[in-house]
């Protein structure tokens, strides 16, 4: 079984920069991939950003590229959401998933274990 945990999330202003971490445990596979998805009110859950853990392949969705970076922590299996000039439409519920296959997807189905979420909240 695979646990994952989120923290990092908060209220800021606009401009503003936030870290979530996702901290990863249980029994895992050698090669994962590790993506954050957020989820506004009333709108569907949506890709934000993805790594391979072994290559560090990363992607993003439009929206945040130029703005968020997604890394990893190897020994501590801590995946990191920098999120930099943060705006009002940022404002969600931010998710960490886990995909065994390894491979760099946006495609949410394909991750099989989620995080609880953290609450961003982005003001004006």
């Known amino acids: 079984q695979v646990q994952l945990v989120e923290s990092g999330g908060g209220l800021v202003q606009a401009g503003g920069s936030l870290r979530l971490s996702c901290t990863l445990s249980?029994?895992?596979?050698?090669?994962?991939?590790m993506g954050w998805f957020r989820q506004a009110p009333s709108k569907d859950r949506e890709f934000v950003a993805a790594?391979?853990?072994?290559?560090?392949?990363?992607a993003y969705a439009d929206s945040v590229k130029g703005r968020f970076i997604i890394s990893k922590d190897n020994s501590k299996k801590i995946t990191y959401l920098q999120m930099n000039n943060l705006q009002p439409e940022d404002t969600a519920n931010y998710y960490c998933?886990?995909?065994?296959?390894?491979?760099?997807?946006?495609?949410?189905?394909?991750?099989?274990?989620w995080g609880q979420g953290t609450q961003v909240t982005v003001s004006s």
């Open positions: 998933a886990y995909d065994p296959s390894g491979d760099l997807t946006t495609w949410i189905r394909a991750y099989d274990y």
């Open positions: 249980g029994r895992t596979f050698n090669t994962y991939t």
């Open positions: 790594i391979t853990w072994s290559g560090g392949s990363t």
